[in-house]
């Protein structure tokens, strides 16, 4: 019966990740996928992490289901991390979600079902995964302009003019901060004009932030998702504790929606429960327990805003030496790499180049040009500057 099932492509992201692991040469480096590794190559624990863990383990709690919608002391920890005192509580419904992801597919289903002929606009360019997730819920996905190769940065006035030019209720993916794959983020003006746009043609934003902190901090990054939450519109905000706590594989997210009032924010949430349990039930334990006992502790959370202020000076200082070291090596016009944001680096490179990088250097960056420069090491770092030098001389 699956005679004629046809062969998919690899995912762009994670299919990389498969040929990297499958590729035998000893010195190869993985610049694909969106992981942080600290100086020494390895993936951390933070310290934070470490002692949850260790209270949780302590604790002996047993692991029994969760609420559908999660863990409540994360959901409430979530509401006031991303939203602090912009809109009132009981006005946002929050369902615990598998990762950034998981919010993603929870809020697309959800969208579809309530607004079924809404047009979705993502990013040009924007995270691969965007695209598939509403498709796939099934909306008709477009762009509105973003990346300016020429002036490497943001077409501020050209992604304006299409939202301008929207429908009313089209729904609008932006990037809260740390744009992925490019890297370059709106500026707060920039911001005040997007919000402007949504507001005046009654569009739906999905603010994505799946690296609050890994900018320039916990309180700046978040700046635009309060600001859309205190303009008093609808919206919603996709959260992801993967890279922020470090916590990949126990997909930690949080799907958040700003409602009218109380009333509709309960109903809301009881449809996005019916989601959440026709899908996957109800939500992992251990990862959203982890999250919320670091969040809700004034010392560990301290601690955490300090290993996160470690992860985001520690690429910054990648990215110099990056720079340096391809300047260094006789390479030219590397600078914009400074200027960009986050985990990602839109490096210019062409799809040739990027496959030639992966080809004869066994360095894996994906084909649009993006590379992971949170996985940038001491180590790594002369092999990848030698490489870049060779594919782009
Ligand atoms: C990435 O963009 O590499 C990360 O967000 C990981 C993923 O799931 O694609």
């Known amino acids: 019966i699956f005679a004629t099932v046809q062969r998919a492509p690899r995912d762009p992201i994670l ?14 480096v993985n610049l694909g996928v969106g992981v942080y590794q600290d100086a020494s190559g390895k993936v951390p624990v933070l310290e934070c992490v470490r002692a949850a863990d260790a209270d949780l383990s302590a604790g002996g709690k047993p692991y ?13 920890a979530v509401a006031d991390l991303v939203f602090d005192d912009s809109v009132e509580r009981d006005r946002v419904a929050v369902v615990q979600s598998l990762g950034g992801t998981g919010a993603l597919k929870v809020i697309a289903d959800f969208l579809h079902q309530t607004r079924p002929d809404a047009g979705v606009l993502i990013s040009a360019p924007s995270w691969e995964n965007h695209r598939a997730i509403f498709t796939r819920a099934g909306f008709e996905v477009a762009e509105y302009p973003y990346y ?33 794959p490019t890297g370059y983020d709106l500026s707060p003006a ?19 932030m799946a690296y609050q902190g890994f900018a320039t901090s916990l309180e700046a990054d978040g700046a635009a998702v309060r600001a859309f939450a205190a303009a008093g519109i609808n919206g919603a905000v996709t959260t ?18 700003v409602c009218a009032d109380a009333d509709e924010a309960g109903r ?16 992992p334990t251990h990862g959203a327990a982890i999250v919320a006992a670091v969040l809700t502790d004034p010392a560990q959370r301290a601690g955490w805003e300090s290993e996160l202020g470690g992860m985001r000076d520690r690429i910054k200082q990648m990215r110099t030496a990056l720079v340096d070291g391809l300047t260094a ?17 839109y490096s210019g490179l062409t799809a040739e180049q990027m496959i030639a990088l992966r080809e004869e250097h066994a360095v894996y960056g994906l084909d649009s040009g993006r590379l992971c420069v949170a996985a940038l090491n001491p180590t790594n770092l002369d ?11």
């Open 15 to 28: 299919g990389l990740t498969e040929q990297f692991v499958a590729d035998q040469r000893e010195h190869k």
């Open 64 to 76: 029994g289901y969760l609420p559908i919608d999660g863990l409540a002391a994360y959901d409430n």
């Open 148 to 180: 300016d190769a020429d002036r490497r940065g943001v077409d501020v006035d050209a992604m304006v003019a299409a939202l301008q030019s929207a429908e009313p209720g089209t729904v609008v993916v932006l990037h809260a901060c740390c744009h992925n």
């Open 190 to 208: 920039d911001w005040e004009r997007v919000l402007a746009v949504v507001v005046e043609r009654d569009l739906f934003p999905i603010l994505d």
């Open 240 to 257: 992801s504790f993967s890279k922020t706590f470090s916590l990949y594989g126990e997909r930690v997210g949080a799907l958040s929606v």
């Open 268 to 283: 809301v949430l009881s449809q996005l429960k019916i989601i959440v349990r026709t899908t996957y039930s109800n939500p």
């Open 329 to 345: 090596a006789g390479a030219t016009g590397w600078e914009h790499i400074t200027a960009q944001n986050g985990m990602f680096s």
């Open 383 to 393: 092999r990848v500057i030698t490489a870049i030098a060779a594919v782009s001389n």
